[in-house]
C-alpha cells in the first residue's frame, strides 16, 4: 500500500475552505476598477486575495490530486483533454479552477484588463502533470486522436485533401503535406492554427497511405511577402494583446497536442496493434523565409530539417516575456547550453548561412533548389527502418517523465508569464481591443 502524501489528512477539512477563498476574491475584485484602471494600492489588494486563495488550492492538490483526478476521470477509464479536464474540475471543485462564467467574461477583455484566472488552470495542471499517476494518464489523453480528425478522416482518405483556414493538407505519393496557410499574417500562431495543425497530424498519422509528412508554409499575401514562401512568424502577438491567445486551448493544447504527437505518434485504439498503441511517422520540415518564435520551436522535433539559405532562426520569447514552449528542454540537446541561452535569453537570430545554423537544420541550400532536396530528404525518409529507429531515438532522447516534468512547470510558469507586467506592457501595443 503507497503511504499517503503529506498533507493528505488536511485534503477534506481543505475542500470548503477553497470556495470560501475563492468568493473572497470575487468580493475583492468586484469592488476595485479594472485592472489596468487600479491604483498601486488597488493592485496590492487584488494580489493579496489571489495569493492567499492560489497558496489554498496548491496546498489541497498538493494533498489530493490524484483523488481529484481519479473522480473526474471515473478512476482514469476516461480520457478528458486538457479543456474537458478544467472545465469538469471546474464543476466539480467548486473554488478550485475558475468556472466557465469567468472564463467567459475573461475573453471578452484584452490582456490588460483580465484577472489572470488562468493562472489557477496553471496550478491544476502543474499538480495533474507532475503525479506519476495522473500526469502520464494526462498525456495519453492528449496523444488520442481529436473527435474533428476523426470525422475529417474518411473524407481525407478518400480525396486526399483538407482544407482548413489555417493549414492546407494533401496527401501525394505517400507523403502526408501540410502547408501552414495564414498568408495574411506570416503563419503567426492563434488557437485556430492550433486547433487546424493537430487535425492535419492525426489525419497524416491515421491514413495507412501516408508514410512521412513534411510541414512547410505557403505564399504571403502580407505586403512585404507578397508571392514568397514563409514558414513561421510565431506566436501571434496582436492577438496576445487583445486578449485571444489561451493557457488551456493554445499554449498546452500547442505542446502536449500536435506537437508531441509528431514526436510519439497518436495513440490509438487498436488490440491488432500488440507491438505499439501509438501510430508514429517520420516528418520534415522545410523553411523558407525565417523560423521565429514558435517556427523555431517545432524544428526541434523533426527527423530531418531544410532551409533555405537566406532564412533565419529566432526564439524572442524572452524579449516578448513568455517562455518559448518546450525549446528550453530540447534546446541545448541540439545546440549546447551555450548557445541555447544566447538565443532564449539574448535574443539571438541565427542565419541559415552561419556555421551554427547547421545545429538546427540538416541542409542548407539556396533557396531555388529547396523544391528538389525536399523531394530528395522525403524518399530518404520513406524507409523501414525509418520509424522505428527514430522511436528508440526520441525514447533517448526525450523520456517521456522528463518531458511530463517539464510541462508540469511550464503549466504554470508560462500562465505567470502571461499576466506579467512586462508582458502585457510589451504586447499592449499591439491591437488591444477598447473597453
Known amino acids: 500500500m503507497t503511504q499517503a502524501p503529506a498533507g ?4 477534506p477539512a481543505l475542500r470548503p475552505g477553497l470556495t470560501e477563498a475563492a468568493g473572497h476574491v470575487e468580493k475583492v475584485l468586484a469592488s476595485l476598477p479594472r485592472p489596468s484602471a487600479r491604483t498601486p494600492e488597488q493592485r496590492a489588494e487584488a494580489a493579496a486575495a489571489k495569493d492567499a486563495a492560489r497558496a489554498l488550492r496548491t496546498r489541497f492538490l498538493d494533498a489530493y490530486v490524484d483523488e481529484v483526478y481519479d473522480r ?3 478512476g482514469r477509464s476516461v480520457s478528458l483533454r486538457l479543456a474537458e479536464l478544467v472545465e469538469a474540475g471546474a464543476r466539480a471543485f467548486p473554488g478550485l479552477l475558475p468556472s466557465d462564467e469567468q472564463l467567459a467574461s475573461e475573453r471578452s477583455r484584452p490582456q490588460a484588463d483580465k484577472e489572470g ?15 506519476a499517476t495522473a500526469g502520464p494518464h494526462l498525456l495519453d489523453a492528449m496523444l488520442r486522436p481529436t473527435p474533428r480528425a476523426l470525422r475529417l478522416l474518411p473524407e481525407f482518405r ?10 492546407r493538407l494533401e496527401r501525394r505519393d505517400g507523403v502526408a503535406r501540410l502547408t501552414m496557410c495564414r498568408d495574411e499574417c506570416l503563419n503567426a500562431e492563434d488557437n485556430q492554427q492550433v486547433d487546424d495543425m493537430e487535425t492535419a497530424v492525426d489525419l497524416a498519422l491515421l491514413d495507412p497511405d501516408v508514410r512521412v509528412g513534411l510541414l512547410r508554409g505557403g505564399e504571403m499575401s502580407h505586403p512585404r511577402y507578397r508571392g514568397r514562401r514563409v ?5 501571434n502577438l496582436k492577438d496576445l494583446g487583445s486578449g485571444d491567445i489561451s493557457l488551456v486551448d493554445f499554449l498546452l493544447r500547442r505542446e502536449l497536442g500536435y506537437i508531441h504527437k509528431i ?3 497518436v495513440l490509438v485504439d487498436d488490440p491488432g496493434r500488440w507491438h505499439s498503441p501509438h501510430v508514429e511517422k517520420p516528418w520534415a520540415a522545410a523553411v523558407d523565409g525565417f523560423a521565429i518564435g514558435g517556427g523555431t520551436q517545432l524544428l526541434l522535433v523533426f527527423d530531418h530539417v531544410l532551409a533555405a539559405s537566406d532564412a533565419y532562426f529566432s526564439l524572442p520569447a524572452a524579449k516578448e516575456g513568455i517562455i518559448p514552449g518546450v525549446a528550453n528542454f530540447r534546446f541545448s540537446r541540439y545546440a549546447g547550453p551555450r548557445l541555447a541561452r544566447q538565443v532564449i535569453l539574448g535574443g539571438r537570430r541565427i542565419w541559415a548561412t552561419e556555421p551554427d545554423a547547421r545545429l538546427l537544420a540538416d541542409e542548407i541550400v539556396e533557396p531555388h533548389e529547396l523544391d528538389a532536396a525536399v523531394e530528395r530528404a522525403l524518399t530518404r525518409l520513406d524507409g523501414d527502418a525509418v520509424s522505428a529507429n527514430r522511436r528508440m531515438l526520441n525514447l533517448a532522447e526525450e523520456p517521456v517523465d522528463e518531458f511530463r516534468a517539464y510541462m508540469a512547470e511550464f503549466a504554470l510558469q508560462q500562465a505567470l508569464r502571461l499576466y506579467g507586467e512586462d508582458v502585457i506592457d510589451k504586447v499592449g501595443r499591439f491591437g488591444a481591443r477598447p473597453v
Open 231 to 235: 514558414f513561421s512568424a510565431g506566436i
Open 72 to 74: 473526474l476521470t471515473e
Open 158 to 167: 478518400r480525396t486526399g485533401v483538407v482544407e482548413m483556414e489555417a493549414v
Open 117 to 131: 484566472h488562468e493562472i489557477d488552470q496553471g496550478i491544476f495542471l502543474r499538480a495533474v502533470l507532475r503525479s
Open 263 to 265: 514526436v510519439r505518434g
Open 8 to 11: 493528505h489528512e488536511e485534503a
